[in-house]
């Protein structure tokens, strides 16, 4: 008995002292008191052991990467089917999928607008891929797609290409293409690549059978595939 009353003893000046500190400090200066003990204590685990930064830092990176890389996979399986399907519909040469990238900058950091062409499905067996002819180029290499990025879209012979990209028509010529449709993937945030396709003999009312329309929507159908960050 004396026992437990002595613990109640000790539990009422612990809570009578409490009380006190509370009247003689303040509620908020308590508060301030102790986030500024848990600040410290902080501060002073990263001054003593820095590193924690930097793993902390690398295991995202790692989980980023991986999830990014997870993400690739599973879109190349979709992607292969949806260009297969475009080239179909479309009854084209070929379909093929540029995107951009800013692998390269210069000495002062600006970087260079480069695209790769990452995609690409064949209208028949007996075509011949020309995906690594296109893997990784400057943009500024090709006029067309300057022109397809400020404007959106852009349909014509390889005779029309020539007016103004003479370097284009001859790759495509050499590719036995003869008509190319252009248009951009729009992303979330930015642009992401364009998406083409080329005839050997272009359909003679392409430029207005609505042809625009469907390779805008089939853009947008592909974008959330190739977006980083669509959710």
């Not at 260009?83 to 519909?89: P, Y």
């Not at 002062?108 to 296109?134: H, K, P």
Request: some cysteine.
């Amino acid at each position: 008995m004396a026992t437990k009353n002595k613990v109640s003893g000790e539990g009422f000046k612990l809570f009578e002292w409490i009380i006190a500190f509370k009247k003689e400090h303040g509620v908020i200066n308590i508060i301030t008191a102790g986030l500024l003990l848990i600040f410290m204590s902080m501060v002073l685990t990263l001054v003593f052991n820095p590193n924690i930064i930097f793993d902390k830092y690398r295991e995202y990176d790692e989980l980023k990467h991986t999830e990014s890389f997870n993400r690739r996979m599973k879109a190349n399986k979709a992607m292969q089917l949806e260009l297969k399907d475009i080239v179909s519909e479309m009854r084209a040469y070929r379909g093929f999928v540029i995107e951009l990238h800013n692998g390269k900058v210069n000495s002062t950091g600006l970087s260079f607008n480069y695209g790769g062409m990452t995609y690409e499905a064949l209208g028949s067996d007996t075509i011949i891929s020309v995906a690594e002819d296109y893997a990784d180029f400057t943009l500024d290499r090709y006029p067309i797609l300057m022109k397809v990025y400020d404007e959106g879209y852009w349909c014509g012979t390889t005779d029309d290409l020539a007016k103004f990209d003479k370097r284009m028509a001859l790759r495509l010529e050499s590719n036995n293409a003869y008509g190319i449709v252009l248009t951009t993937i729009y992303g979330v945030k930015s642009e992401i690549g364009f998406l083409g396709i080329t005839y050997n003999k272009m359909p003679p009312n392409i430029k207005v059978d609505g042809t625009a329309n469907l390779m805008r929507k089939y853009a947008a159908q592909i974008a959330p595939l190739l977006d980083g960050d669509a959710e």
